[in-house]
């Protein structure tokens, strides 16, 4: 079992930045990836970005490239995303999530993460 905290949500006017952290715990020695992702009302959730946790290589949406950066903090055994310029279309919950089983993929897919955050609403005024 691994355990997500998601936090640092909030409202921001557009052109500023945000910083999201999840929190984990239990058992992340198993751990192949973290990623977020995000999700409107109604919609299908989609992927943001991902960190390795076994390079720390990192994978990005093109929507978000050049302006988010994900990162990991392993004292802490917490992963950030830090998002700047943003824009009202980057408006969504956004989740956190961790794969503990192994895909010969990219691990930018949803069903290659098993366990997920509550989530944290993010919202970018105009």
């Known amino acids: 079992q691994v355990q997500l905290v998601e936090s640092g949500g909030g409202l921001v006017q557009a052109g500023g930045s945000l910083r999201l952290s999840c929190a984990t715990s239990?058992?992340?020695?198993?751990?192949?990836?973290m990623g977020w992702f995000r999700q409107a009302p109604g919609k299908e959730r989609e992927f943001v970005a991902r960190?390795?946790?076994?390079?720390?290589?990192?994978i990005y949406a093109d929507s978000v490239k050049g302006r988010f950066t994900i990162s990991r903090d392993n004292a802490k055994n917490t992963v950030s995303l830090q998002m700047n310029s943003l824009k009202p279309e980057d408006t969504f919950i956004y989740y956190c999530a961790a794969a503990t089983r192994y895909y010969r993929g990219t691990y930018s897919r949803l069903h290659e993460y098993n366990y997920w955050g509550q989530g944290t609403q993010v919202t970018v005024s105009s």
């Open positions: 239990g058992r992340t020695f198993s751990l192949y990836a």
């Open positions: 960190i390795s946790w076994s390079d720390s290589s990192t």
